[in-house]
């Protein structure tokens, strides 16, 4: 839908520090993955007394980036964590790759609004843990850096997380979800925490990656902007029932201030605040 997957360019004149330049000069080619396709059918989620997924039916097709936007509380995280197995529905089934049953197991990574490193870890083993146990030393490493490249942060391999910005912590956090290649990128509020600038810079990234990688991405936020700027599709949840199901057809990359974009975010917002 709308995506470009033509060749990035490169910025021209003298080569800057690696971190410092543009998220649309490509380090090093990110290699297509097996994008898995969701299917949820009536899913519920109940914490005691409190129903917090009433029968979501969602379907997401392999390669698609789905955005879930709604009030604090609609239940956006609780599907995200059911997604990634982190829960378990109190009922209805999710199936991946159309075989009732399959869960994403290994092939699925979610990335936290907080970084979640370890301060006694470099970058680069930081990246590391994200591919799990059973990997040779070696070509973990090798992987760790080819994912930093991926997010420009090659340069940062044997830092340690301290010495890192909000905006290059969270890059981190990106590459050891994308080290192992997952068919399913799950976001959970990655960008909240950072500043205007920062954020749109690590929404291109974001954006630039998902093409390169060829994966399913769902992402929560609460930024209806950010939500039409990288999804192809957005739902709104209003306590735990999909109310609203909005394809966005533009094509990708998306620029910020598009009038076009400008019309669906105030379709979104109608749907969370109840205007209109």
């Known amino acids: 839908m709308g995506r470009d997957t033509s060749p990035l360019h490169s910025v021209s004149g003298p080569t ?25 059918r009536h899913v519920e989620k109940h914490f005691g007394d409190n129903h917090v ?20 509380g609609c239940g956006k995280s609780t599907l995200l964590r059911l997604l990634v197995g982190l829960d378990q529905p109190t009922a209805g089934s999710i199936d991946f790759h159309r075989r009732p049953g399959e ?12 970084p979640r490193l370890l301060p006694w870890a470099t970058v ?20 760790a850096l080819n994912a930093l490249h991926e997010v420009q942060l090659g340069d940062k391999a044997d830092q340690w997380p301290s010495r890192l910005s909000g905006g ?20 959970d ?5 950072l500043d205007a600038l920062t954020r749109i810079t690590m929404q291109q990234l974001v954006s630039r990656v ?11 936020t609460h930024d209806v902007a950010e939500a039409v700027n990288l999804a192809d599709r957005v739902i709104v949840l209003d306590e735990g029932r999909i109310v609203l199901d909005l394809d966005v057809p533009a094509t990708h990359p998306r620029r910020h201030g598009d009038l076009q974009l400008a019309v669906l975010e105030r379709q979104l917002l109608e749907a969370i605040l109840g205007d209109g």
Request: charged share 20%.
């Open 168 to 187: 290059q912590r969270q890059r981190v956090a990106l590459a050891r979800a994308l080290v192992s290649r997952p068919g399913l990128l799950v976001l």
């Open 210 to 220: 998902w093409r390169e990688l060829g994966c399913t991405a769902v992402l929560v």
């Open 124 to 143: 680069a083993d930081n990246v590391v843990v994200g591919l799990g146990e059973g990997v040779d030393k070696t070509a973990a490493h090798r992987r």
């Open 53 to 72: 997924l009433r029968g979501i039916d969602l379907e997401v097709p392999a390669g698609q980036f789905l955005a879930i936007v709604g009030k604090s």
């Open 189 to 193: 509020e990655p960008l909240g925490a």
């Open 16 to 40: 800057p520090p690696e971190s410092d330049r543009p998220f649309d000069a490509t380090v090093a080619a990110v290699g297509q993955v097996d994008p898995l396709p969701i299917r949820l």
């Open 103 to 114: 869960n994403a197991g290994g092939s699925a990574r979610i990335v936290f609004q907080e």
